[in-house]
């Protein structure tokens, strides 16, 4: 089964109408997790940054930002993860990944063997591949 660690933008891109076309790829990425043909790994700080944009740059009804949160990590297919490698998160930050949150999405899938990343963010991207670690290609 295909493991992938998913960014923030990536599910805030679903929720919204931002860019269509990202939206579409995550739909089809979520419609596999559903099938249970991919394995989508969900770092704590993603659904922090999600709830932190949704309610603070999208003005988006708190409960409804609840409701759509609860409803991603329930879905079938979608692992929650809470642990990070510090050695690996200071490692990469800020030297090698300028972010601290995609730091930690990085290091996450430094320790999921086999991961790849999902992320629409081209900065992150190229530091992905300074480290070695694959990106998802839909």
């Not at 949160?69 to 879905?75: I, Q």
């Not at 050695?87 to 999405?105: H, M, Q």
């Not at 063997?113 to 081209?122: E, I, M, P, Y």
Request: proline share 3%; hydrophobic share 40%.
């Amino acid at each position: 089964m295909q493991k992938v660690v998913i960014d923030t933008n990536c599910l805030i891109s679903y929720v919204t109408d931002r860019d269509l076309k990202q939206q579409e790829i995550v739909s089809s990425v979520l419609e596999q997790a559903a099938g249970l043909k991919i394995c989508i790994y969900c770092h704590f700080h993603v659904i922090s940054e999600f709830i932190f944009v949704l309610d603070s740059v999208y003005d988006v009804n708190p409960k409804d930002i609840r409701v759509m949160a609860r409803e991603f990590l329930s879905m079938p297919g979608v692992e929650f993860i809470s642990e990070i490698n510090t050695k690996t998160l200071f490692n990469f930050w800020p030297e090698r990944v300028r972010d601290y949150g995609d730091a930690i999405i990085a290091a996450t899938c430094r320790h999921i063997r086999g991961s790849t990343v999902l992320t629409f963010d081209s900065k992150f991207r190229a530091s992905l591949k300074g480290l070695g670690l694959k990106i998802y290609q839909p």
